[in-house]
């Protein structure tokens, strides 16, 4: 146990005596927590629209204000003919052209199915999709709207009416920080364990103080275990802090208890600061170590479910987020902050983590074994 004491002074004061390392544990994850959710937003708005309008009638008119007030759509060219507006998309001035074809009106009052031309620019696939399916959506509505009041006598309307009012459970407002910014502090968290901890056994390697560790009578676990807490309290701090500014510069703060949040945060720290610490035991050079540990980390980003719903990737992309630590950790703790979940609740993502923590540290501890004195 003193061995162990006198390992972690060494690692604490070692951390603490860098100002480049205390940089990338606090200041690099706070700037990134506050700018990358003011970038990530799901909502995809200032659509680049371009009209042609062959009918001219009032109606026509009408439908081209609608989708110039709903706020997702900017008009920024009225052309008279088609291949006007298409050009414009070749030149990406337009993402999207509603084609209003003659007798639009006539069609509307007398046949009630008007037909119109929706192109959008799919080089942005996302800003293609969602601008069609926005204006598609305006579309139905500006009919039912025209529907509605071409009826004279309402009691006597041949259209169904169900009313329809949506309730919106634990996120209300569709606020997308709400669900961003716990997401985002889970990935920095993750950044931050695996990354400095891939580089801590390897920085013994590169100045040949592993020799005169490896002759001491420190143990295997003893080894590992003193240089994974230091930065198992610091990913906790980092965790902390994280919250903090969640809370000062977007008024984020977790709905359920305090107390399960950093629980669920020390078992997962206790997993991906074994990744960080199992890169370390296999790499020779700190280089070797940072890029493993960038490939690593950005397969976890992008297949973790922070941008994408895991739900909605291909089957064998889902059985891969089975073995991806943040895809557990992400999914506990937004259900924690919004839903306000217990430990009953997050029994599937406790589990995964505890796993998490002994097969990589097991491994790490291991593998040790295989350093030469």
Aim: charged fraction near 15%.
């Amino acid at each position: 146990m003193k061995v162990l004491f006198v390992l972690l002074r060494k690692e604490f004061l070692q951390v603490f005596r860098d100002p480049a390392i205390l940089r990338i544990i606090f200041i690099m994850p706070l700037i990134q927590l506050i700018l990358l959710p003011l970038a990530a937003d799901y909502e995809v708005k200032n659509i680049n629209l371009a009209v042609v309008d062959n009918d001219h009638s009032a109606y026509a008119q009408r439908l081209v204000q609608k989708l110039g007030a709903s706020g997702y759509f900017r008009l920024t060219h009225y052309a008279l003919r088609y291949p006007d507006a298409l050009r414009t998309v070749e030149e990406d001035q337009a993402d999207v052209i509603i084609e209003i074809p003659v007798g639009f009106e006539r069609d509307l009052i007398r046949e009630q199915e008007p037909v119109l031309a929706i192109t959008a620019n799919a080089a942005n696939g996302v800003k293609g999709s969602l601008g069609g399916a926005y204006a598609a959506a305006i579309l139905r509505d500006f009919n039912q709207e025209i529907r509605e009041e071409l009826v004279s006598l309402p009691r006597l309307s041949p259209l169904p009416s169900i009313p329809v009012q949506p309730v919106y459970w634990y996120n209300p407002y569709f606020n997308y920080k709400q669900f961003m910014v716990p997401g985002i502090l889970a990935i920095l968290v993750t950044m931050v364990g695996s990354f400095l901890c891939a580089l801590n056994i390897v920085r013994e390697k590169e100045v040949g103080t592993i020799e005169q560790l490896n002759v001491t009578p420190i143990g295997k676990a003893q080894f590992i275990l003193g240089k994974l807490i230091p930065f198992w309290v610091l990913g906790l701090m980092v965790m902390a802090v994280g919250m903090v500014a969640g809370y000062i510069f977007f008024g984020v703060w977790p709905v359920g208890s305090i107390g399960v949040l950093f629980l669920v945060s020390a078992l997962y720290l206790l997993g991906v600061l074994g990744i960080g610490l199992l890169i370390s035991t296999y790499a020779e050079t700190q280089q070797q170590a940072s890029l493993m540990s960038f490939f690593i980390v950005m397969i976890f980003v992008l297949m973790g479910g922070l941008y994408t719903p895991v739900e909605s990737m291909p089957y064998w992309a889902q059985v891969v987020t089975w073995f991806n630590p943040p895809a557990y950790f992400i999914e506990a703790i937004r259900m924690i902050s919004l839903k306000g979940s217990g430990l009953a609740d997050l029994r599937p993502q406790l589990l995964a983590m505890v796993g998490f923590a002994f097969l990589f540290n097991g491994w790490a501890i291991w593998n040790y074994r295989k350093v030469k004195a």
